[in-house]
Nanobody, 115 residues
Framework: QVQLVESGGGLVQPGGSLRLSCAASGIRFSLYALAWYRQAPGKQRELVATITRGGLINYGDSVKGRITISRDNAKNMLYLQMDSLKPEDTAVYYC?????????WGQGTQVTVSS
């Protein structure tokens, strides 16, 4: 019943930009803390950014200054604006919503940064 769907991934050159989106159904984003995670081949899942119900934002050190997380509760949307992309940003990016002991995940969207 609850579904999170990421979109906006693709192939981009180093230094380029990309905007990821996460659309939710069966859930009201206003009730949840939201986050973006990523997982590169052969590596553990990494927290990219979080945004609380109150709008407090934290970024992972590896992306700080290059990525902006935002949410639109009225539209049930979560965004990740990615700038100055590097090859090491290549990963599957996952949308996450958590609250009241529950956690929901999207299916992921592939981001590839390469020349």
């Amino acid at each position: 019943q609850v579904q999170l769907v990421e979109s906006g991934g693709g192939l981009v050159q180093p230094g380029g930009s990309l905007r990821l989106s996460c659309a939710a159904s069966g859930i009201r984003f206003s009730l949840y803390a939201l986050a973006w995670y990523r997982q590169a081949p052969g590596k553990q899942r990494e927290l990219v950014a979080t945004i609380t119900r109150g709008g407090l934002i934290n970024y992972g050190d590896s992306v700080k200054g290059r990525i902006t997380i935002s949410r639109d509760n009225a539209k049930n949307m979560l965004y990740l604006q990615m700038d100055s992309l590097k090859p090491e940003d290549t990963a599957v990016y996952y949308c996450n919503a958590g609250g009241a002991g529950l956690t929901y995940w999207g299916q992921g969207t592939q981001v590839t940064v390469s020349s």
